[in-house]
């Protein structure tokens, strides 16, 4: 996508509808226009227009939608000059031009256990996922191990909560490395605090790679893994260390 032109590939044209600021260094884009064709847990190319000429790839968090619905989770990188942009500059009207998607991420039709593993913005595609698999007649049972290294950095505790409580097949488990907050404030933090989400009894503590791995062998599961190149390959190492078979891992 770096330097991609548009007379290069097919776009479609969605328009910003909603910027919701949840954190310092992370937003979640809505926005809706032309129907885009992917699959969940895949992603899209990105070009915005604070720089046309840079393009990214971000995961939906929503399955399709034919009313041309997207949902982007963007958290602003160090030197990621394009990622902060999108999180502290983006208004309401703004027009995104979106390109093709790739990726084989996703659920295999028969499987009964999926384990899913998400790291930070990692999340996305596996909630559009797990938003894909209620259409399903019989969803597998689903185990989402979400991380991040302190509290706050769970930034969607409030949906997952709400998504935990609705769905009998799903299973949150919330990991942290550290169990307490660090002391410097995140203003966007504060005015989100409140809404109904997982508390410190909820959390259990240590990365996810050491967490997903001290269940055991996932041997007759489906395992699925996203998030930053660190935490997936570690977290992979652990699983494939701790008996679960490598052919069963899909990292995205």
């Known amino acids: ?3 991609v032109k548009e007379q290069e590939l097919d776009l479609w044209t969605a328009t910003v509808v909603q910027h919701h600021r949840l954190r310092e260094d992370l937003a979640v884009v809505r926005l809706e226009g032309e129907f885009v064709p ?3 847990g895949q992603s899209v190319g990105v070009i915005v227009p604070q720089n046309p000429n840079v393009g990214r790839r971000y995961s939906p968090a929503l399955p399709p939608s034919l009313d041309g619905k997207l ?3 963007v958290r602003a990188v160090p030197a990621g000059w394009l990622s902060r942009a999108i999180v502290t500059d983006t208004v309401v009207g703004d027009e995104w031009q979106i390109a093709p998607a790739s990726g084989r991420l996703a659920v295999d039709r028969d499987a009964r256990e999926v384990i899913m593993v998400a790291g930070g913005t990692g999340l996305a595609p596996l909630r559009a996922i797990i938003l894909d698999l209620t259409r399903r007649p019989n969803p597998p049972q689903v185990f989402l191990f979400v991380g991040g290294r302190h509290p706050r950095d769970l930034y969607a505790s409030d949906m997952l909560w709400l998504l935990d409580e ?3 097949w799903l299973t949150v488990i919330p990991v942290v490395e550290e169990i307490h907050d660090p002391a410097w404030p995140d203003e966007w933090y504060e005015r989100v605090r409140g ?3 997982y508390g410190d009894d909820h959390f259990i503590q240590g990365t996810l790679a050491e967490v997903v791995s001290s269940y055991g062998a996932y041997v007759d ?3 699925l893994v996203v998030g930053s190149p660190g935490m997936v390959r570690s977290t992979v190492r652990a699983l494939v260390d701790s008996g679960t078979p490598a052919g069963s891992i899909q990292v995205g």
């Open 1 to 3: 996508m770096h330097g």
């Open 38 to 40: 992917f699959a969940a």
């Open 71 to 73: 949902e982007f989770h």
């Open 166 to 168: 609705q769905l009998d």
């Open 195 to 197: 809404a109904p989400a």
């Open 221 to 223: 599961h489906q395992v």
